[in-house]
Nanobody, 126 residues
Framework: QVQLRESGGDLVQAGGSLRLSCAASGLTTRLYPMGWFRQAPGKDREFVAS????????LYSDSVRGRFSISRDDAENEFYLQLNNLKSEDTAVYYC???????????????????WGQGTQVTVSS
């Protein structure tokens, strides 16, 4: 059974940085695209960033492009989201997700992801 576990969420001041991690077990994830999504209180879950297999492609939402960076370490079966210059509107629960299609490129739509973690809370104080 594939499991994803996020870590690294925290309370941080505006302008600060965090690094989120997602550890996968039960499957070698290197062939699959991976993604990060987030859900703020009272809002729908939204796409943040995605990375394709072998890091060949990446996608970012307009709201985080230039501030966040996604990466993966296939040897460790982990992938990461570096959050820089955080803003109060980045406050949310962040989820990592495993893509459905082997050898796939970066994806931005939720139906293209089949396994989700439990989430990690990021709170940005202004």
């Amino acid at each position: 059974q594939v499991q994803l576990r996020e870590s690294g969420g925290d309370l941080v001041q505006a302008g600060g940085s965090l690094r989120l991690s997602c550890a996968a077990s039960g499957l070698t994830t290197r062939l699959y695209p991976m993604g990060w999504f987030r859900q703020a209180p009272g809002k729908d879950r939204e796409f943040v960033a995605s990375i394709g297999w072998e890091s060949r492609t990446s996608l970012y939402s307009d709201s985080v492009r230039g501030r966040f960076s996604i990466s993966r370490d296939d040897a460790e079966n982990e992938f990461y989201l570096q959050l820089n210059n955080l803003k109060s509107e980045d406050t949310a629960v962040y989820y990592c997700a495993l893509g459905t299609v082997a050898f796939g490129g970066a994806q931005s739509h939720e139906p293209n992801f089949r396994t989700w973690g439990q989430g990690t809370q990021v709170t940005v104080s202004s």
